[in-house]
């Protein structure tokens, strides 16, 4: 089973469960409802082992030939605009309160938010929303806050990365979080949900109407 050959490969990494859960960029629960069969790999998951990790894609999907291409890179990987902030307030936003994310993008400073969110040692946002949907379940859920900063230049999207994005269909806008990842298909991108239950959807990159790349989130558990 391939759950069984991901706790192998994690082993044979010399990796904790939350070690690989970075490196994913999910929870530790989640690796280990992936090693127990109870979650199934994501697309964007298969992606980093095989282009980051060098796994050999056939011993991952059937358990046959070597585990590894070639020696898997370990190295943290860390992008220029990365460099943290000792301290920031990123203003939380209602999309709802801003009729969507595209007048929010087109001149955030006319609008209201609801409250600011400060938080020390994290990369520059432009500022954060809450999450609607399971598609990004269980790394995201309904009701978490999610921190952004806006993509202006759609040539500069970091394939596998997540998004936040707004897309038009039917003249009407879809906002939604998704991993982007390259189509084989010019003019095309293909959104990939954390969710196993979520099909991969490829979408013209011109009815994408917004973007910002997500940099953080921030979970909300309810009490009872």
Known sequence: MI????????????????????????????ISMIETGKAGL??????????????????????????????PDLTPYTRRTDNSLP??????YSVEATAG??????????KDPL??????????????????????????????????????????IFWGDMYLLSIDIDGEEFITVKYIQKSDRVGYIKLVS???????????LERVRALALVKASIRMNSIR
């Open 194 to 204: 954390q969710n196993i239950h979520h099909a991969d959807k490829e979408v013209a």
């Open 101 to 110: 994310l595209v007048p929010l993008f087109a001149d955030a400073t006319r």
């Open 3 to 30: 759950s069984d050959r991901i706790k192998l490969l994690r082993t044979s990494l010399g990796l904790t469960q939350s070690q690989l859960a970075d490196r994913f960029g999910i929870g530790k629960a989640a």
């Open 115 to 156: 409250n600011y969110i400060q938080i020390p040692n994290l990369p520059r946002c432009d500022g954060a929303i809450y999450v609607v949907g399971d598609s990004m379940y269980p790394l995201l859920k309904s009701g978490d806050i999610v921190l952004y900063k806006q993509l202006k230049d759609f040539g500069d």
């Open 42 to 71: 994501s697309s964007q998951n298969r992606y980093i082992l095989v282009q980051e990790l060098n796994v050999n894609p056939n011993w991952l999907e059937t358990g046959e030939g070597r585990m590894f291409n070639s020696e």
């Open 87 to 92: 301290l920031q307030s990123v203003p939380l």
